[in-house]
């Protein structure tokens, strides 16, 4: 990955003029190729990581991974059908991939309720929906390449040659 | 009791008082760490634990595990252009530091010579001494970036010089050699007939070009004793794993005497340091393509400040000068750790013409630096104004 884009994604706030320092290269320059970079497509969005859980009110927060198998459609194939599936709110991620079901699913509620309540009566419901499963997720480890809690790490010497 | 009187004479001296300050102090933020800050790579740290659980629990051959010996050959081979014989000339070490040692006390006389450049490691001299020879000082100066050149080389020869000691990237500088200037010191080398211990440890922390192994040029195979290791490359220190690769006859000397002390280097670590030549590669990339970054950053932050630093080309230290503040590098040292709380190491520790510089070391985390640049910048101007 680029130099400027492996440090974004590592923290989006680094400003230009540290990544300058960083980089060796002039603010100005690396000001230009993030504008780049953002017109281009290439930074979607900067966001934070959060972990739901520790917001205040949001411990029931659950989320459920569902695999969706689903009829394709004359000319369209999934596309269509897939675009009626995520634009429902509720689904935080929707993909298409190989193997025994269509469309895997991230799916987010206030209780197993509501997600119960949106598998039941929005997914698969739809007409060109064959088959649902629903796994809740119980613990979460790793999300997009971060441990949420590793174990602490032995400290080295502060001072050795 | 007394103690050896070749034993009493080493240094520490001042620095060791310095250190156990460091040490016994809480939030420090430390730029004095001659260690990555990064753990090694899972997959390393795995396949030891699995070694484990598979009962490789014995010694190993004296000369270290021959699949690891073969791979370090094959590496040698096709990575940088050397051939050795697995057998023969190589020897898996309790790190460069042993590999260093016996090197000294397989090939030295009483009253044998060793030029020595500084500002350099601790271990070079003392270990020279141990074994009986005398370390000859190779004066580097901060104008000339530190550098080893056959003119400083010719100053320093004397007779009875039998060897020569080289470290690059060098620990405390980060100085490195293009090929071109490591002709001019194998030439050197040649003329007087010398041994040259090359210590290339840092040589897979390379930023500014490819590193080339003294061994490799021409003639020089046969009178170059090549360390390296694992502990930097691959964040490996605490396995304490090196090597050394040389001619069959001096190889076969270092290996009589590691197998009365050592018998043979720890299988565990063994088995990781089989991993970590396997399937290393791309976690030493993403480590080097950091450390550059944080090398371009603590260089820039440092100039700016005035203390003016000459951009290393390998390893992770910085090498700055505190001349013009009117005080010691010990006597910085110690100021900056009780006024703003950062580690550092008195240049000082590491040759005796050291002390207007202090030495940096940026394998520390991005955040960490930025506040060390920080708080070194708020006890300047405190500096300054006393002054």
Redesign the interface.
């Known amino acids: 990955m680029k130099?400027i884009l492996?440090?974004l994604v590592n923290?989006a706030r680094t400003t230009p003029e540290?990544i300058a320092?960083?980089?060796?290269q002039k603010a100005a320059d690396v000001k230009k190729q993030i504008k780049k970079y953002e017109d281009g497509g290439t930074i979607v969005q900067y966001k934070a990581i959060i972990n739901p859980e520790m917001i205040e009110g949001n411990q029931n927060l659950v989320r459920a991974l569902i695999e969706v198998s689903i009829t394709p459609q004359k000319d369209v194939g999934f596309d269509h059908i897939a675009a009626r599936i995520y634009n429902f709110s509720e689904v935080k991620s929707c993909y298409l991939v190989s193997g025994s079901y269509d469309l895997l699913l991230v799916v987010e509620g206030n209780s197993i309720q509501t997600v119960a309540e949106f598998v039941s009566s929005k997914l698969s419901s739809m007409e060109n929906v064959r088959q649902t499963s629903t796994h809740f997720l119980l613990k979460k480890y790793k999300e997009d390449g971060k441990v949420f809690k590793s174990a602490p790490?032995q400290k080295?010497?502060?001072?050795?040659? | 009791m007394q103690v050896a009187k070749l034993v009493e004479e080493l240094p520490p001296s001042g620095i060791r008082a310095f250190?156990d300050l460091?040490?016994g102090?809480k939030d420090?933020i430390?730029l004095?760490?001659?260690?990555p800050?990064f753990?090694t790579p899972w997959n390393v740290r795995e396949h030891a634990i699995y070694s484990l659980e598979q009962g490789y629990t014995s010694y190993t051959s004296n000369k270290g595990l021959p699949e690891l010996r073969k791979d370090i050959a094959k590496f040698l081979k096709w990575r940088r252009g050397l051939e050795y014989d697995w057998d023969n000339e190589m020897l898996i070490t309790v790190g460069v530091s042993e590999a260093m040692d016996l090197v000294f006390r397989a090939i030295l006389n009483p009253g044998e010579k060793v030029l020595v450049h500084e500002p350099c490691?601790?271990?070079y001299a003392p270990l020279v001494k141990l074994a009986g020879g005398e370390p000859v000082a190779v004066i580097t100066t901060a104008e000339e970036h530190f550098k080893v050149t056959p003119r400083k080389l010719e100053q320093a020869y004397t007779k009875g010089v039998k060897a020569m000691i080289l470290n690059y990237p060098c620990?405390p500088t980060g100085t490195s050699y293009t090929r071109q200037e490591l002709l001019g010191i194998a030439r050197f080398a040649k003329k007087h007939d010398l041994l040259v211990i090359s210590d290339e440890v840092y040589d897979e922390l390379s930023y500014d070009f490819e590193h080339t192994p003294l061994a490799s040029l021409p003639g020089m195979k046969e009178r170059v004793i090549y360390l390296n290791g694992f502990s930097k490359a691959y964040a490996m220190t605490g396995f304490r794993l090196g090597w050394a690769a040389g001619p069959a006859k001096i190889l076969a000397a270092m290996t009589k005497i590691h197998q009365y002390t050592i018998m043979c280097a720890p299988i565990t670590s063994q088995m990781a340091a089989r991993e970590a030549m396997r399937n290393g590669a791309k976690d030493v990339q993403a480590m080097v393509?950091e450390y550059n970054?944080?090398r371009?950053?603590i260089v820039?932050?440092l100039n700016e400040l005035g203390l003016t630093c000459h951009m290393p080309q390998g390893a992770f230290y910085a090498f700055p000068s505190i001349k013009g503040l009117g005080i010691s590098s010990l006597d910085f040292a110690k100021e900056l750790l009780e006024r703003e709380k950062v580690?550092l190491?008195p240049g000082n520790?590491f040759g005796s013409q050291c002390s207007d510089h202090i030495r940096i070391s940026y394998a520390s985390s991005?955040d960490n630096l930025?506040e060390a640049v920080a708080r070194i910048k708020k006890y300047m101007e405190w500096r300054r104004g006393k002054k």
């Open positions: 130099d492996e440090i923290d540290e320092k960083l980089t060796g790490r080295r010497l502060n001072i050795t040659y | 250190f460091v040490l102090m420090v430390s004095g760490v001659g260690e800050d753990v490691f601790v271990a620990n393509r970054r944080r371009n950053f820039a932050s580690a190491v520790a991005y930025r």
